[in-house]
């Protein structure tokens, strides 16, 4: 499993929770539409009381219910003639759109009609169907027009949203996938750097010490498989991290012989948490080359981490020569470190390079405390 299905499989399972089922966009729409009649058949029960009037309940639903429910089996046909011309100008679509609610509305008003007298039949002034139709025909198709431009507005205005929605996470996708991509080539930049240096300190041994220079290729051949076990993997657990430093610092130990002690000061309950790639490399390489290797005095070197607040602190500390008075020349190490920071957490992470008190360098790496997901 490479790095980005891992973190796939750590967003689905975020905590443990799952999603909260959606319903239906039918269910959702009849449940709307059905309050909507609700709340309009109590409108006209209000109006007439108001009036001195009683309408019966049963009528007032039997009134507003079919009517609304015929609109929710128009709202498909809107939302087809919103989508045909959506972006298409505004004459376009006012030629669609004006006569389309005027046939939808006559349509619904003409079905409604027929529906309420066959539900309800002759009643009060309506003694026939042409009755019912001849007082309520301009008023339905007034409301029906309302309607029709209501429904309209809101679907196209769900429609601009969803559309906003899916570009923004379009956007995002592939805003990462380009912080991936550059992740991928900074990290890979590391690697030749790292073996052309190690390359150049094993020739100066090969006349010197020839038995030493095949141990520390036998050394580097073992940090090179695993580099290649973990070649898709941006970010590791901070005790994989250690074990690929552990595996150079061997290869060091070997080059600086009985000069260099080496401790490492690691919480253990920080073992797990996520880390980029080789971050700890480029530090401990720039402590040993421009701090210890320019002297002939043995020395140490330190490699601590431990958890602050919502952050992961990793420190790494020699007693070398410590920073030139002119301050820190940072070498390709240094910045392609702070670089790979920058790319994947902003201004959430940095790298602090300084004198150390007493003597030597500190490097201090501040980065998000992220758990590393748990395997199964």
Known sequence: MDDRDRRSRSAGDSGGRLAAPVPP???VAFGVWTLVAVSYALTLEM???????????????????????LWMALTPAIARLGQLTAGRGRLRFLAVHVPASVALAALHAAVFFVVFWWLKGPRGRYATLSDLVRINAADEVHLGLLIYWTVLVVLRGVDSRRRLAAEQARAARLQA??????LQVLRTQLQPHFLFNTLHAISALALEDPHLARTMIARLGDFLRLTLAESGSQELPLARELQFLECYLEIQRLRFQ?????????????LAARVPHLVLQPLVENALQHGLAPRPEAGWLTVSGRRQGAELLLIVEDDGLGLPAGGAREGFGLTNTRARLRVRFGDAAGLAVEARPGGGTRAALRLPYLEAPVLA
């Open 258 to 270: 009985d000069r260099l002690t080496v401790r490492l000061d690691v919480a253990p309950e920080v």
């Open 177 to 182: 996938e380009l912080a991936e991509s550059r």
């Open 25 to 27: 966009a039918w269910l």
């Open 47 to 69: 109006s007439a009381a108001g009036e001195g009037v009683s309408v019966p309940w049963d009528r007032a639903l039997a009134w507003t219910l079919p009517s609304f429910y």
